[in-house]
Every structure is written in C-alpha cells, then in structure tokens.
C-alpha cells in the first residue's frame, strides 16, 4: 500500500490557484511587500546612481588639479605671489600643466547706459590662453582667447557673466563695457566646476591687461595640473616652488576635494531610507500573514475536502506555506520591478548612469520569500493542525 | 476476499467525556450496498468519520481495506483514504474556483497520478455520470443536482474500494434526489461497496441491507 503523495509540481499548482481564485485581495495583500523592497531598491539603486554620476564628473574634471594662491601672512594682510611664481612652478616636480588668472579692478557693464554701480556680481580677470584646457572647460559658444587676440580689447565671457550681461547668443558685434572701455565678446565659457569664481568674469587677454588697465603681468592665481599618481607630493613642494623666500604665504589648495567629500558622503549607506523600507516590508510580512489566516479559517471545507481525498498534514501545510511563499514573491518581483523603474527614471532626470547593485535584486527577492515562509508558517501551521472531522463539520 | 470494512467493539469517546459510540460490531462485504440509518444525534456521523478513516475509535478494532488502522501512520491513513475511499457530502464540498472536469480530477491529486492522466480519467467519469457536456462549468454554473454528480464522479475518479456518502440528497429537492439516487445504486453493477448514510427511510430503501443505528449502538430492527 502507498503513502499520500502530491508531485512537487501539482504543490505549486495548487498554491497557485489559490491565489488565483482571490485575486484582488492577493493584490492587497502584496503591496506592503512590494512597497518596502521598492523602497530599498530605490534607496540603494539611487545612492549608487548619484554616486556613480559623482564619480564619472571627478573622472571627466580630474583629481590632479592644484590651486596656488598668495595666503595671509601672520599680521592677516594679503600677500601677493612673486612675478616669478608661474615661471618657477612650470618647473615644480610632476607639474604637467600651467595656467594662471590675475584679478583686474574694474566693472563689467553690458552699455555704457548702465551705471558702473550696478556690477552684477561680475569681476574682470586676464588670463592665458591655455585656462580652458587646464581647467577642463568647454567654451559654449565662439572661441577662447589666444596669443593674438590676447593683445586685443577682446573678453570672454564666464557662464554666469554671460547670463548676468543678458548675452545669450553671440554675433561679430556682441560687445560690454569692460572697465569703462567697449569690448568685443570673442567667447562664452560653459559652466566650470573646479573654477567657480571663472563663471562669474570677463577674460581678457594678459597683454590687453597689461597695456590697458596697467597691471603687473604676474598671476594671482595659478592653476596646474600634476601627474595623476603624485598629486600629493607635489602639492607639498609647490608652496617653496611658487615663492621661495615665504613658502608659509602661499596657499595651496585642491579643488577636486570637495566633490570626493562629497561622494564618500554618498557611499554611506543612506540608513534613514533603508530602515523606512525595512518597516515597509516587516508590515507587509505582517499582512500577509493576516491574509492567510483569514484564508485558513475561510478555506476550512476545502481543508477537510482535501483531507478526505487524501491529503496529509504535510500536504495541507505545504499548500498554504506555497501561498504565503507565492504571494511574497509576487510582491518582491513587483517591488523589484517597481524600484528599478523608479531608480532608472529618476538616474535619467539627473543625466546619471542608472546603477543598481547586482546584489539588491536577488537579495530583494531572497528577502520577499524569507518573510513569505515566516509569515506562512503560523498560518500553514494552524491548517494543518485542523483535524478532517472538524474541518468538514457543518 | 476479505471484507471492506469490519469494526469490532468499537468505542469513540469525546473530551467530556461523552462516549457517543458504545461498541459497534459491523461488517461490509466487497459489492455490498449498506444504508446506515438513525436520526440526529445517533452517532451515525461519528461513524461515518471512523469508517472513512477521518478519524480513530478510541477503542475496539477498525479495519479497512484489509489494514487494521490502528497500525497505520497519520501519512498511510491519508494514503489508505486516497486510494480506497471516494465520499459523497450532502454540501457538494466542490471548489468553487476550479471547472467540473478539475474538480473531479482533484478526486487524484493525492495519488500522484499525472494531470494529463487526471484529466482524461475525469473526462471518462463525468460522462458516465452524464455531465459529458459541462466540463468547463464551474460549480455556480450548474444546478444542485449536477452539482451532486460533480462530487458523485470525483469520488470514483480513484476507482476506490468503498464510496461513501453522507446525506447525498439532503441538499436536493426530490426529482434531483432520486437521479443521484438511481446513480448511486447503478454504481452496483461496476463492483463498487456503497455505504450510504441517512435519516431518511426512502434513501435507505434503495439499498440492499439497512443498519439501524440509535444512541450510539447498532439495532437490529427499526426502533
């Protein structure tokens, strides 16, 4: 004689159309579970996105800018760098590129209508030639200055200068009042981040600066780029380089810093966020349950039914811990689904690279048919425990 | 060949205590048509659970099939149920989800016969019990006789050994009963044992032998 048997496909089909017969209500009963995993994919899906969005700009900006400035001497004065400053640092060690801007007095009008009080926030500045490549600028329309141009009264304008000055396209006779002078816009930069301070000026060309507004011809500021791999070591050796004589009155600084602050502040798990979602689901864990204990106690007939046809304990608990299993996957996959949708279309507004871990889906669903099994187990449990007799009382 | 049921001395006692049966000796040969008859209360629905093996006397001796349930475990009894018993409840106990022919296929799910095979043996029953043309009906779809010879069709699906049925026209109007009826007593000629049990002395009258059961003991006469 033979023990009752069910075939582990026909379990999974009966689960199944458990479920299928209660449709709406298994909907419901899903949709904690599939909020709290969307929650924590989104969580985790959008951290990593930003933080990816952040790495690619360090990428694309680099790290191995270096800013050298005059400092404050003890007495809190300004000082200012040598004239030879540029000069000596283009021979610093595993310094690569050089540039540098000077500060000219003066304001920025867009006519001579407009009154030299109203400056807008806009500063002058001369620079080199090479300022863009250095800096990793794009210049959004026209050109940069160069060594011809540079000789000329020619600007190029900052993003945010050009905003401020209401030039937004540029024709051959765009021009401001640069320092009470009328010059020609050859150029507007698009938006710097490692040079914030560029946005908001007119370029001019150092000969220009020189010969019109009687300036030193030495930088203020000098921007450099280093190798890569020794960004540090040259950073120590470039105060001494820069003014020999008083190395403790320069500055130097490293712009990228901000922006790796920035992203390991990203890379720190968002706990806030993820236990919200985590409540999300333990609630969702706990609806299920309550389903499946309803289900139980309205499903008694069908328990003794199946009883009667042969069903074991085994048989009936299993059926029940299939639904409960069914259901949590059913909102694990749907919150799966839903986070990433989330997480893609939110990583498209931000123009970052959508990423989502490829550990948080399986983890997301392992997790869904965790709780499906705790929370069926009571329930499941108590069918079992029916006995035929009771089940089939009327 | 050894008979389908035999109940020696057989005591069931409930939590109180109350003893509802007090000894029942009974014997059901193999092609035997038995109505168990008694009013409420007799403690025929407390035989009907030992006989069906849903249940284990307190005392006494239970064979059935030829095992002696006693030595069974919960798991064989539930075997023993699959492959020996179909029952007939006077409430149909159809699922309400599934279409006729599923219904009547369920009646193997728990012999681990394939679908496929479940299927066409619950096409071959259902139109022997004249439901030919309602196999994708579901139970609300049909009217309470045929939904009757649902239940009467997934209880020989298993081929079993016994058919049990309990009230089987208790919830039908009396033409439909007497259809279920006639269905019933025709299941004579394919060799099958048939204990049916009622209240009601008609039901009883197209069986071939009567026990009259009456505070929990078996009477040889109506009393």
């Known amino acids: 004689m033979r023990s009752s048997r069910l075939a582990a496909a026909d379990l999974v089909?009966?689960?199944?159309?458990?479920?299928?017969?209660?449709?709406?209500?298994?909907?419901?009963?899903?949709?904690?579970?599939?909020?709290?995993?969307?929650?924590?994919?989104?969580?985790?899906?959008i951290s990593q996105s930003s933080a990816a969005g952040l790495q690619h700009e360090l990428d694309r900006l680099g790290t191995n800018l270096l800013t050298v400035q005059p400092g404050q001497s003890l007495t809190g004065d300004q000082s200012t760098l040598p004239l030879s400053a540029e000069q000596t640092l283009t021979n610093g060690p595993y310094v690569q590129q050089v540039s540098g801007i000077a500060p000219v007095s003066g304001t920025v009008v867009r006519n001579k209508r407009i009154g030299s009080i109203i400056t807008g926030g806009i500063s002058i500045k001369a620079a080199r030639p090479n300022l863009p490549s250095v800096l990793r600028g794009e210049v959004a329309q026209g050109v940069f200055l160069n060594a011809a141009t540079s000789n000329y009264p020619v600007t190029v304008l900052g993003a945010v200068a050009a905003r401020r000055l209401g030039v937004t396209t540029l024709r051959p006779d765009t021009a401001v009042r640069v320092g009470g002078k009328t010059f020609t816009v050859v150029g507007?930069?698009?938006?710097?981040?490692?040079?914030?301070?560029?946005?908001?000026?007119?370029?001019?060309?150092?000969?220009?600066?020189?010969?019109?507004?009687?300036?030193?011809?030495?930088?203020?500021?000098v921007y450099l780029r280093t190798d890569p791999e020794h960004v540090g070591e040259a950073a120590k050796t470039l105060a001494a380089a820069a003014d020999p004589a008083h190395p403790d009155l320069v500055s130097v600084s490293q712009p990228s810093a901000a922006l790796s602050a920035r992203l390991a502040a990203?890379?720190?798990f968002n706990s806030l966020f993820f236990g919200l979602g985590a409540v999300a689901v333990l609630v969702g864990a706990i609806g299920i349950a309550n389903v499946m204990v309803i289900s139980v106690l309205e499903r008694r007939s069908e328990i003794g039914l199946r009883r009667a046809l042969g069903a074991t304990r085994g048989h009936i608990g299993g059926q029940f811990i299939g639904e409960s299993l069914a259901l949590a996957l059913l909102g694990g996959l749907a919150g799966c689904a839903l986070g990433t949708l989330v997480t893609v279309g939110y990583a498209h507004y931000k123009h970052w690279e959508a990423v989502i871990p490829a550990t948080v889906l399986p983890l997301g669903l392992a997790g869904a048919l965790l709780i499906g099994t705790v929370a069926g187990l009571y329930p499941a449990a108590r069918a079992a425990r029916l006995s035929p007799t009771q089940a089939l009382a009327r | 060949m050894s008979p389908v049921i035999e109940l020696h001395d057989v005591r069931k006692t409930y939590p109180g205590p109350v003893e509802v049966l007090h000894g029942i000796d009974l014997t059901v040969e193999?092609?035997?048509?038995?109505?168990?008859?008694?009013?409420?209360?007799?403690?025929?629905?407390?035989?009907?659970?030992?006989?069906?093996?849903?249940?284990?006397?307190?005392?006494?001796?239970?064979v059935v099939g030829g095992q002696d349930i006693a030595a069974l475990t919960d798991r064989r009894l539930a075997g023993l149920r699959a492959a020996t018993i179909g029952f007939v409840f006077q409430q149909f106990f159809l699922l309400d989800y599934r279409t006729a022919l599923d219904n009547v296929a369920d009646g193997l799910l728990y012999t681990a016969t394939p679908l496929r095979e479940r299927r066409r043996r619950a096409a071959e029953v259902l139109d022997r019990v004249g439901l030919g043309s309602r196999f994708g009906h579901r139970p609300a779809q049909l009217s309470g006789g045929e939904r009757q010879r649902v239940a009467i069709a997934r209880a020989l699906v298993g081929r079993p050994a016994l058919v049990l049925a309990d009230e089987p026209t208790g919830a039908l109007d009396t033409a439909n009963g007497a259809a279920v009826l006639k269905l019933l007593s025709e299941l004579h000629d394919d060799g099958t044992t048939l204990i049916v049990i009622t209240h009601d002395p008609s039901v009883a009258a197209a069986m071939d032998r009567e026990i009259h059961i009456r505070d929990g003991r078996i009477h040889p006469e109506p009393t």
Request: charged content about 20%; proline content about 4%; overall charge positive.
């Open chain 1, 13 to 45: 089909r009966v689960s199944l159309l458990g479920i299928g017969a209660r449709k709406l209500r298994a909907a419901l009963s899903v949709l904690g579970i599939a909020i709290g995993i969307a929650a924590i994919v989104c969580v985790l899906g």
């Open chain 1, 188 to 221: 507007v930069l698009a938006p710097i981040e490692l040079a914030p301070d560029v946005d908001r000026s007119a370029l001019i060309g150092f000969a220009e600066a020189e010969r019109a507004f009687r300036i030193d011809g030495s930088a203020a500021t």
């Open chain 1, 266 to 268: 990203k890379k720190t």
């Open chain 2, 30 to 62: 193999r092609d035997e048509q038995v109505a168990i008859l008694g009013p409420s209360g007799s403690g025929k629905s407390t035989l009907l659970n030992l006989i069906g093996i849903l249940d284990r006397p307190t005392s006494g001796t239970l």
